[in-house]
């Protein structure tokens, strides 16, 4: 199993793409203190005033997919996908393919594409601890037996018409530029990549180097600026992902040091199709949801043009 390798197009074309946003601007579900009080409403309305196509998921939209669809419908957004808390790491295919049924059939009756995959098994993006100590794969053979799990499970996935988006995350077994390297490697095309620019950086990588690697099999694009200042404080300090959060390690595209002009250039010229979206956990008391939204569109806005 190998990393396959996209041609490059050398198009200077319009970006086909569509831009869309995760409501954790506004609410985010792991720290409600960062602003759980604000309703899904304001959220849906103020995304869709600024110019966003659609939201992924979080924990305020219904579960049931009729009202998800009437939802979304009303206020005349798409569903992008939706965040699914896999445990590969620590149980078998078949486990899994029981877990995911009600978010694989939500996602699929409201025309999502690909799922995000975020591996939680063993991970400490919410545990009080450093992310030094995220857990790690001890041997090769290990990532193998991930890899064939992974693979087999994003096979049932494309069954359904949903494309496996993993998320390389902080605190989990997939974090470093090592890690997608490894992953990629000991997976098939069954797996899409999905690339967080964030977390790549955070991560100790180079984000424009990393998705060039691995833009063969990019299936799905988180933007998220970062602060290095901050970045640099959280390593030295020691501190929680959930801290490194409330500090501000993350903003939106265009506020950071992230260059997002290089990245959505390796997109173009890999004939990227899918979504591009704004993803920025950060304390909306602090950044403004609002304002904060808008600048993360308008800069992509002007560059996917």
């Not at 041997?139 to 193998?144: E, T």
């Not at 077994?173 to 997976?187: F, G, N, R």
Request: proline share 4%; charged share 25%.
């Amino acid at each position: 199993m190998g990393t396959a390798t996209a041609m490059s197009t050398g198009s200077t074309s319009a970006l086909e793409v569509k831009i869309g946003i995760n409501p954790i601007s506004w609410s985010n579900d792991d720290l409600p203190s960062l602003g759980g009080e604000t309703p899904l409403a304001t959220a849906l309305a103020e995304g869709k005033r600024i110019g966003y196509r659609g939201f992924e998921l979080g924990n305020k939209f219904p579960s049931e997919s009729k009202a998800l669809r009437e939802l979304m419908s009303g206020y005349g957004l798409e569903v992008v996908s939706g965040w699914y808390s896999g445990r590969l790491a620590r149980r078998s295919v078949d486990e899994e393919i029981v877990a995911v049924g009600p978010h694989l059939r939500k996602l699929a009756e409201n025309g999502c594409k690909v799922m995000v995959y975020g591996e939680v098994a063993d991970a400490i993006q919410g545990e009080p601890q450093a992310l030094y100590r995220r857990p790690r794969f001890a041997s090769d053979a290990d990532w193998r037996a991930y890899g064939e799990r992974l693979t087999r499970f994003g096979r049932y996935l494309l069954e359904h018409g949903v494309r496996l988006g993993y998320h390389h995350h902080m605190g989990a077994y997939v974090e470093s530029p090592a890690d997608i390297d490894h992953l990629m490697a000991a997976t098939g095309d069954e797996v899409g990549l999905l690339f967080d620019s964030g977390h790549a950086t955070f991560g100790g990588g180079d984000p424009v180097e990393i998705l060039r690697r691995h833009i063969g099999r990019v299936c799905h694009v988180h933007c998220k600026d970062v602060r290095p200042a901050v970045m640099k404080m959280a390593r030295n300090r020691q501190w929680t992902f959930l801290q490194s959060v409330i500090n501000g390690v993350f903003t939106v595209p265009g506020d950071g040091a992230v260059d997002f002009a290089s990245i959505v250039a390796e997109l173009r010229r890999a004939g990227y199709r899918g979504w591009l979206v704004v993803e920025a956990e950060q304390d909306p008391a602090v950044a403004p949801s609002y304002a904060f939204a808008e600048k993360g569109f308008r800069t992509l806005q002007e560059l996917v043009q």
